[in-house]
């Protein structure tokens, strides 16, 4: 049943390059046996660098079962997820993932993600874009509301 999903995703991925939508990606969650969301990748479409099908098939899938964890769910990419994509396959507590071409590949077609692979374990302060943290007294204060609040959704 694997290889089905993922050939969804294939699917989605080509549809997405022949109409023009955005990018060669396409992405499937399937939970309980039922495809409870789909994308192909809309970064071009959307005019957000954050739309790839890996994330808007998240969001679907959130929608469509009303809670920002999914677990239960496995996700079927066209292509290996990018570590932002990675990311959010944790946030979201999504159990698996299967893909189909790797990072690898995606860079031979112009999609090279190593240098955020790259950036990664480097101190902020000397990544490629220096991230600088500036110490405040006032910087805390939000995490120990948080800490304090008795109503909050943990995630």
């Not at 990419?77 to 189909?100: H, K, N, Q, T």
């Not at 590949?105 to 112009?110: K, N, S």
């Amino acid at each position: 049943m694997h290889e089905t999903y993922l050939k969804q995703a294939i699917a989605l991925a080509c549809e997405n390059v022949d109409s023009g939508a955005g990018g060669p990606y396409g992405a499937v969650i399937v939970k309980d046996g039922v495809v409870i969301a789909a994308s192909g990748n809309k970064v071009t479409q959307n005019m957000d660098p954050t739309a790839h099908a890996e994330i808007m098939a998240i969001r679907s899938a959130c929608q469509h079962s009303g809670s920002f964890k999914l677990q239960g769910c496995t996700l079927y990419s066209s292509c290996e997820p990018c570590p932002m994509c990675l990311g959010a396959i944790y946030w979201a507590r999504i159990d698996r993932v299967f893909f189909a071409c790797n990072r690898f590949d995606a860079a031979m077609a112009g999609f090279d993600d190593s240098f955020i692979y790259e950036q990664i374990p480097l101190d902020p302060s000397i990544r490629s874009i220096p991230m600088l943290n500036i110490d405040l007294e006032e910087a805390e204060t939000p995490f120990k509301l948080w800490n304090k609040a008795t109503d909050k959704i943990p995630y």
